[in-house]
């Protein structure tokens, strides 16, 4: 391992045990042995924390020059710091010639890497869905349920509390968008005993925990009375201006309920004043120093750190994909087996 990879490999095990992020670990050894990225030109997009440095650490054990943007829009400024530290470059709108972009929301879809990009989340897709490149989705894959269902469902209420709401027992949630975050906050809920409604455009009354129950988007009246008489309400549907016209935009202003947005985009459109949702439109959880802990987060961060290496190995065609379905297996035979969330897994079928 580099002298760069070996020095956040020491930093990171002073704040995290390793059953926290046993895949990112077995990872870095075995690049820092192969190399198999060596000198590609890899620009990282993933938003800047300190389990973020754990995914750059195993990219330079693989040999990669790595690249982070100079003004990542959602990152903790210290961490941007340390990573620069550590040897790792940050791109202007001047730099343009990569190899491989691990993008996040398809921020970097205008640019022409060599071998293609892997994008991080789903909001990313209408971005890059035209691009005449290979592009490989990791939102796509079952891995990312990890981090969607369990981490930002808890990162949701961790962030609840950093802000001083606790004693959630009782009290009422609509959860709007019943996707992979949105069932992962009704999970969190219901351990609190909250009293939880859906929105979702489509019919999910049969899919949803008991006492849990569903109404439709398509109706402003309800669905704008719904959220004026929750005590919270939050975005999870992935899609900007995912509430635009479908709600009575005063009523929803003039109400003391609490909004939030779990999504990357602005879910709740340009209606709605960012200073009337909880971090400015922001994802809530990214308040935290950690938005998403690294035990939910490291697998993901793995698999998408793995898809350069299908990248540069495999050829691949000018569309949309889903990653690989043997890199995900191995990746989740590694956290269920080493990591401290193994037994989350194995609770929940899907990712077994």
């Not at 390793?18 to 050894?29: G, K, R």
């Not at 924390?49 to 754990?54: C, K």
């Not at 000018?318 to 194995?346: K, N, Q, S, Y």
Request: hydrophobic residues 40%; glycine residues 8%.
């Amino acid at each position: 391992m580099n002298a760069h990879a070996a020095n956040l490999k020491n930093y990171l095990l002073s704040h995290y045990q390793e059953q926290e992020w046993p895949t990112l670990l077995q990872q870095a050894e075995e690049w820092s042995s192969t190399r198999p990225l060596e000198g590609l030109r890899i620009l990282d997009a993933t938003p800047v924390f300190r389990n973020t440095l754990a995914k750059y650490m195993a990219l330079m054990a693989a040999g990669a020059e790595l690249w982070i943007p100079a003004h990542p829009p959602i990152c903790n400024r210290d961490m941007v710091a340390l990573a620069r530290q550590h040897g790792i470059r940050t791109a202007s709108k001047f730099n343009t010639e990569f190899d491989i972009i691990l993008d996040c929301a398809g921020q970097y879809n205008r640019l022409h890497p060599t071998l293609g990009f892997a994008e991080l989340t789903r909001s990313g897709i209408p971005r890059l869905e035209r691009v005449a490149h290979p592009v490989i989705v990791v939102d796509a894959g079952r891995i990312k349920r990890i981090e969607t269902i369990l981490g930002t469902g808890d990162g949701f209420f961790r962030a609840l509390e950093q802000l001083g709401h606790r004693d959630f027992a009782g009290k009422s949630l609509l959860v709007i968008g019943y996707g992979k975050v949105g069932r992962g906050v009704v999970l969190q809920a219901q351990q609190r005993g909250m009293r939880t409604t859906v929105a979702d455009l489509r019919d999910v009354s049969d899919e949803l925990p008991t006492g849990v129950h569903a109404i439709g988007m398509d109706n402003a009246e309800a669905l704008t009375a719904a959220i004026t008489h929750s005590w919270c309400t939050v975005t999870c549907t992935g899609r900007i201006n995912a509430l635009r016209r479908r709600i009575h935009t005063a009523d929803v202003h003039n109400s003391s309920t609490l909004l939030v947005n779990l999504g990357v985009e602005d879910e709740f459109g340009a209606d709605i004043m960012p200073e009337r949702v909880l971090n400015r439109k922001q994802p809530l959880n990214f308040i935290l120093d950690e938005p998403t802990a690294m035990r939910y987060i490291e697998t993901t961060m793995a698999l998408h750190n793995a898809c350069a290496l299908e990248l540069l190995t495999t050829d691949l065609p000018h569309t949309l994909m889903p990653p690989p379905t043997d890199v995900e297996e191995r990746l989740l035979r590694i956290a269920t087996e080493r990591g401290c969330i193994g037994a989350e897994l194995r609770q929940l079928g899907h990712l077994r």
